[in-house]
């Protein structure tokens, strides 16, 4: 294959069985951007305090956000919630993440106890209010252990700027269709925590995956018609240095073109 105006490094693996239709991945590779050249984003970190987060499910959750707060741009903005039954919240708007705000921010999280109920999904509505600016590239960033009556589909509907939401799944027992379809659903993709796992490192891993934008939205379109069963079917914002895999099933052999834009 090649490739033409190429602003990111592309691998292309096909495979045709015998019989059948063939098999495709694509994985693309942005080039590392500094702060200075990436986009700016809006995120809110949510928080699910219920009882079943009680001991090291919750304080690693806070040492987290600390620690994600601390990698924050100066020309990113911000917000924290706290979800149990109800619904808390640092700010009553996003803010800059200034040094001050982030101090105070940290020390709002430090005050955190866990509560009764468990409703992310509430949380998340909530969040998708706050982050309507479809210019902007927003995420929501859920720390919880999966046990929420989400409705992936209802939250699809709501999502209008296309924000995307990243699920931190802490413990073994988590509801993982019900996180994976909202995450598909919603731009994003959660990343499982087990028992054995430092949150910190891990959430430290996933910030640097979605900390430095560069493209909001990534269409990607083909001239063969029968190319079929892509996914992800939404894709997330592009961020720099991370990789971005698209698979899917095509019916035709031979000379195909794929246009990112």
Known sequence: YTCENRPMDIDLFTFRPEEGDGYFTLVGTPPIETADTSLSQNIIFLLGNSTTMIGNKLNQSKAAIHLALMHLSEKDSFN???????????????????????QE?????DEVEVASGNR?????????????????ISSIVVFCDGRSPLDPFEIEKLNT????????????????????????????FVEYISR??????????????IKTPILKELDIGFDDPVV??????K???????????VSGRYQ??????????
């Open 80 to 102: 924290i919630f706290i979800v149990n039954a109800n619904l808390d919240t640092w700010s009553n708007s996003i803010v800059p993440a200034t040094p001050v705000n982030i």
């Open 161 to 188: 700027a296309k924000t995307g939401i990243f699920f931190i799944a802490l413990g073994d027992d988590v509801d993982r269709v019900r996180l994976d379809a909202t995450a598909a659903l919603n731009y994003g």
């Open 120 to 136: 992310i999904d509430n949380g998340i509505l909530h969040a998708l209010l706050d982050l309507r600016d479809s210019s902007v």
């Open 228 to 233: 079929h069963s892509l996914y992800p079917e």
């Open 196 to 209: 054995e796992h430092i949150l910190s490192t891990k959430m430290l891993e996933v910030f640097q995956r």
């Open 252 to 261: 035709l052999s031979g000379l195909a073109t794929i246009l990112l834009n």
């Open 105 to 109: 921010a940290q020390a709002f999280v």
């Open 235 to 245: 894709f997330p914002a592009v961020y720099s240095g991370s990789d971005f895999v």
